[in-house]
């Protein structure tokens, strides 16, 4: 039938996941913002060629459309497009434009006013341009309805000149003359039919480049409505983020808030126990500084001891080796010991027996 069969914004979504793949589909638009053709294109208008080719406002469209597109699929996709290069054409309207598309949305929450007044003035270029299309259509329009009136009044024309052809072709062969005036009105015949023919050719024409325009507007309304959406989105989430920080930071206000009375409480204590505690750790650092002294005095005591047990294992040595000299002497020359020294060197002699068992 003639009923036109509409898809929604889900539907659509589905198609692509189901039968392309997002990431496909996000890849192969990269791959178009970067190919070779398309990026000679965005620099400017371009003359035709046989060679594959862009148009200008294609590329200025798909750069403005590209990260709504890829957002929509995938909303953690990051977004490489850059705004298109100044324009070369100053009798492009488009051209004067731009036609760059909005940072990502998202980024931080100081650029939200800024991200919400780029898409409202995207969507005024986009009615703008909306209204430009409709009045040129309009135009069209008129010029169409204006060529099949003359068409149709030229017809006339033609078939009063048929008659009047015929009539006087009729009376020639009745009175045998007139063949320079229906030689005339049959090359005037001619000359109107050629005129309609062309005038026919222009309505075909013109019909079609209606028929292109009807489908830019198509697509400029889609895209509007995608652009509506988007900024309300988008909106949405960063009042939702501001929102979040606000709560955060009105909590760790009031943390810090408490924090502070701590610290003056602790700080405006009672002078009373402030003297008290004063005083105890005065008296714990005067205690430390006793034990100290007591302690390195008795180290001290340590190292004179033992410098005097040092001392007398020294003097001891040195009276037994002189006492054995004695001894030696004393028993070379055949003097009899004292009995004090017979039991010192017996107990000397005692102690170096069993200091050699010991050994």
């Known amino acids: 039938g003639d009923t036109q069969v509409e898809y929604s914004r889900a539907t659509l979504l589905q198609i692509i996941n189901h039968r392309i793949g997002c990431d496909v589909f996000n890849e192969s638009l990269g791959h178009l913002a970067v190919s070779e053709y398309f990026v000679l294109a965005s620099k400017g208008p371009q003359p035709m060629t046989d ?4 148009d200008y406002s294609f590329t200025l469209l798909f750069k403005r459309v590209n990260d709504i597109i890829v957002k ?7 977004v490489s497009v850059t705004p298109p290069p100044a324009p070369q ?27 919400v007044a780029q898409y409202k003035e995207l969507i ?14 309009a135009e069209l329009e008129k010029a169409r309805r204006d060529c099949e009136a003359a068409l149709v009044q030229q017809g006339r024309e033609v078939s009063a000149l048929r008659e009047q052809a015929v009539a006087h072709a009729q009376s020639r062969q009745k009175a045998g003359g007139g063949e320079g005036e229906v030689a005339q009105l049959q090359s005037t015949v001619l000359s109107l039919q050629r005129i309609q023919e062309s005038q026919r050719q222009d309505i ?6 209606i028929g292109k325009l009807q489908q830019q507007l198509e697509g400029a309304r889609y895209l509007q409505e995608q652009l509506l959406s988007g900024a309300s989105a988008d909106e949405g ?15 760790l206000l009031t943390e810090k808030v408490a924090l502070d009375e ?6 405006l204590g009672s002078p009373g126990r402030r003297d008290r505690d004063n005083r105890a750790v005065l008296d714990l650092r005067q205690e430390l500084e006793a034990l100290r002294e007591d302690y390195t005095k008795l180290e001290e005591s340590k190292r004179m001891v033992e410098k005097e047990q040092e001392d007398l294992l020294v003097l001891l040595a040195n009276h037994d080796s002189k006492m054995k000299e004695y001894r030696a002497l004393l028993t070379a020359h055949s ?3 004292p009995k004090e020294l017979e039991e010192e060197v017996s107990g000397s002699g005692e102690d170096d027996s069993e200091e050699g068992e010991d050994s």
């Open 51 to 54: 060679a594959p080719y862009f």
């Open 72 to 78: 929509s699929l995938d909303p953690n996709a990051p």
């Open 89 to 115: 054409n100053a009798a492009d309207p488009a051209a004067q434009r731009g036609g760059g598309p909005p940072p990502a949305a998202g980024t931080s929450v100081e650029d939200h006013d800024s991200i």
């Open 124 to 137: 005024r270029d986009m009615d703008q341009e909306l209204g430009a299309a409709r009045a040129k259509c």
């Open 204 to 209: 075909v024409g013109k019909d079609v480049l």
């Open 237 to 251: 989430r960063l009042k939702e983020e501001v929102a979040n920080l606000r709560a955060e930071n009105e909590a």
């Open 262 to 267: 701590q610290v003056r409480a602790l700080q």
């Open 335 to 337: 003097i009899p010991l």
